[in-house]
């Protein structure tokens, strides 16, 4: 992700040696060096993948902000884990009860574009996990805009507990909370899109709507953040959110 963005950004590939990748890291300019005018980030059908791997791929998007916090219980208490990072630390802040217990500071994750820049994330209702959070932060965080259809909608995540013979348990541990905010129901688009027949039928050779009315946000720059914190379009999630939530029930 980091190579696709800095290739976006300066026409160049990163160098191959670590060690010169961490000196250009400590080097780079955003605003100086991006010459990116727009991204458009497409999470359709994409069910997720490590907590781990998204935290630092926000971290390329981001200057500063709350990238996640995740709620937990230890006994009767409520414990959450907060990610966040300043412009120059990436930041781990445990509470309990809303108390601060533990806080970790540490190098972030270099940020690759600049801010301003005008993003877009796509979903659907295949977009699940790592990819609510990765959608769900930038729009949280006010650096993105959403196109398409709500979310899956998972909200929780789960830790591998080994057990004897190789075997392993899958047991949900966690609920996410994408910028620091519930993801409720699912990841609502600000924008709403759906991919016609003809190009899921044949993507290969018909035009694919959703990516078309994507892009044609992005570039309306600043003003896509702005028509998605307007009346009309925070009335039109208020009633996507209530529709979904009957979807999912059923």
Known sequence: ???ALYQACTGKTLPADDKAVIDLAQT???KADCKLKGLSIDLRGNPGGRLDQVTEM??????????ISNIARNGDSVVEVRDSVTTTRYVREAFVDGKSVDKKEYPRMWQIVPEGTPIVAIVDSGSASA???MSASLQVNGLATVVG???FGKEVGQSIIPI????????????????????GVAVLPDFVADADTAYMDNPLTETDDVIDRANAVRDMGPAALAASKSAATVANKT???????????V
Do not use: C, W
């Open 149 to 151: 259809q709500p979310s």
């Open 164 to 183: 004897d013979f190789g075997a392993a348990l899958k047991v949900t541990t966690f609920r996410f909370q994408p910028g620091g905010k519930p993801l």
């Open 239 to 249: 009633a996507l959110d209530e529709k979904t939530a009957k979807e999912h029930e």
């Open 28 to 30: 780079y300019n955003p």
């Open 58 to 67: 926000m971290q390329t998007l981001m200057k500063e902000g709350t990238i």
């Open 1 to 3: 992700f980091s190579e």
């Open 131 to 133: 990819s609510e959070i």
